[in-house]
T-cell receptor, first 116, second 110 residues
Framework: NAGVTQTPKFRVLKTGQSMTLLCAQDMNHEYMYWYRQDPGMGLRLIHYSVGEGTTAKGEVPDGYNVSRLKKQNFLLGLESAAPSQTSVYFC???????????????FGAGSRLTVL | DAKTTQPNSMESNEEEPVHLPCNHSTISGTDYIHWYRQLPSQGPEYVIHGLTSNVNNRMASLAIAEDRKSSTLILHRATLRDAAVYYCILRDYGGNKLVFGAGTILRVKS
């Protein structure tokens, strides 16, 4: 049981390049989330999804796009990377409201992105 | 989302109990109190959550004030492996997301 898997774990980009971070969960969770964490700070919510085909903005959505084409996958895209997007990105998933365990988020190990 | 206030850092001795406080004076009646922790170079992990009553699990205990405006996470015997950032978060029952604050850095001395 892998839980939440993020790929890649590390990536270095040049300003203006694009890339996609992949999050995959094998727990049949309805909700998925993307957070970013900058040095010495807490996590900030970028986007989240409450089900296949649906997405919503979090606290810091600008410069990012997301897609949830399959229930088990949540993709985070950077169309034109900027140095300000250098960060560690965490994906998480949880069950939906009303289900047992709905209050528990399971996080991935993180993806460290550096934009030069 | 209602906000929480936590001390920036705390220090504890190994094998001693640790009480991590959290203030949430604007908590609403449907807000659950959640605690997560983040070990160095890892993603956050769930610790415990509660609504009104005190809660215990294998990791910790959660003591909630009668007026629910504050809570305390209790680690009964701190170990070096408990050194982490601890986040206290409020989540509405109908809410779809968790919003993290800066958390408390817990240092454990041997």
């Amino acid at each position: 049981n892998a839980g939440v898997t993020q790929t890649p774990k590390f990536r270095v980009l040049k300003t203006g390049q694009s890339m996609t971070l992949l999050c995959a969960q094998d727990m049949n969770h309805e909700y998925m989330y993307w957070y970013r964490q900058d040095p010495g700070m807490g996590l900030r919510l970028i986007h989240y999804s409450v089900g296949e085909g649906t997405t919503a903005k979090g606290e810091v959505p600008d410069g990012y796009n997301v897609s949830r084409l399959k229930k088990q996958n949540f993709l985070l895209g950077l169309e034109s990377a900027a140095p300000s997007q250098t960060s560690v990105y965490f994906c998480a998933s949880s069950r939906a409201r009303g289900y047992s365990g709905a209050n528990v988020l399971t996080f991935g190990a993180g993806s460290r992105l550096t934009v030069l | 989302d209602a906000k929480t206030t936590q001390p920036n850092s705390m220090e504890s001795n190994e094998e001693e109990p640790v009480h991590l406080p959290c203030n949430h004076s604007t908590i609403s009646g449907t807000d659950y109190i959640h605690w997560y922790r983040q070990l160095p170079s890892q993603g956050p992990e769930y610790v415990i959550h509660g609504l009104t009553s005190n809660v215990n699990n294998r990791m910790a205990s959660l003591a909630i004030a009668e007026d629910r405006k504050s809570s305390t996470l209790i680690l009964h015997r701190a170990t070096l492996r408990d050194a982490a950032v601890y986040y206290c978060i409020l989540r509405d029952y109908g809410g779809n997301k968790l919003v993290f604050g800066a958390g408390t850095i817990l240092r454990v001395k041997s």
